[in-house]
Nanobody, 127 residues
Framework: QVQLVESGGGLVQAGGSLRLSCAASGLTTSYNIGWFRQAPGKEREFVAAINWRGSSTYYRESVKGRFTISRDNAKNTVYLQMNSLKPEDTAEYYC?????????????????????WGQGTQVTVSS
C-alpha cells in the first residue's frame, strides 16, 4: 500500500522558514514527486516538483528563489525548504507521487498526472 506522509508544517511569521518533508512508503520504484498547495476558497496549485533521479527541479514563479525541493532516495523522503515566507504562502501543502514517464518535464504541474497523494500539512504565515 502506497502512503505519502507530509510533516513540518506550522505557524511562522512572515520572513521565516519551514522545511516540509514527504515520506513515502510502499512505492516499488522511485517516483517523480510534486508539492501542491490549496488555500481556503482557492483551487489547488502547483508549487514545486522533482524528478525521480533528483536531476531536475521545477517551481512556480512566485516561489522561485525562496523554495527549494530536494530528495533523499535512500530515505524515500522529499523535502521542501521554504524561506522568506509570505502570508500568501498560507495553505495546506500536499505532496504527490507520479510514475516515471518521458513527458514529466512537460507534465509536472498537472495534478491529474499524479497517482498518489498525501493528507497534507498546514502552513500558516502571519504578517
Amino acid at each position: 500500500q502506497v502512503q505519502l506522509v507530509e510533516s513540518g508544517g506550522g505557524l511562522v511569521q512572515a520572513g521565516g522558514s519551514l522545511r516540509l518533508s514527504c515520506a513515502a512508503s510502499g512505492l516499488t520504484t522511485s517516483y517523480n514527486i510534486g508539492w501542491f498547495r490549496q488555500a481556503p476558497g482557492k483551487e489547488r496549485e502547483f508549487v514545486a516538483a522533482i524528478n525521480w533521479r533528483g536531476s531536475s527541479t521545477y517551481y512556480r514563479e512566485s516561489v522561485k528563489g525562496r523554495f527549494t525541493i530536494s530528495r533523499d532516495n535512500a530515505k524515500n523522503t522529499v523535502y521542501l525548504q521554504m524561506n522568506s515566507l509570505k502570508p500568501e504562502d498560507t495553505a495546506e501543502y500536499y505532496c504527490a507521487a507520479a510514475r516515471p514517464e518521458p513527458y514529466y518535464s512537460s507534465n509536472y504541474a498537472r495534478a491529474t498526472n499524479y497517482d498518489y497523494w498525501g493528507q497534507g500539512t498546514q502552513v500558516t504565515v502571519s504578517s
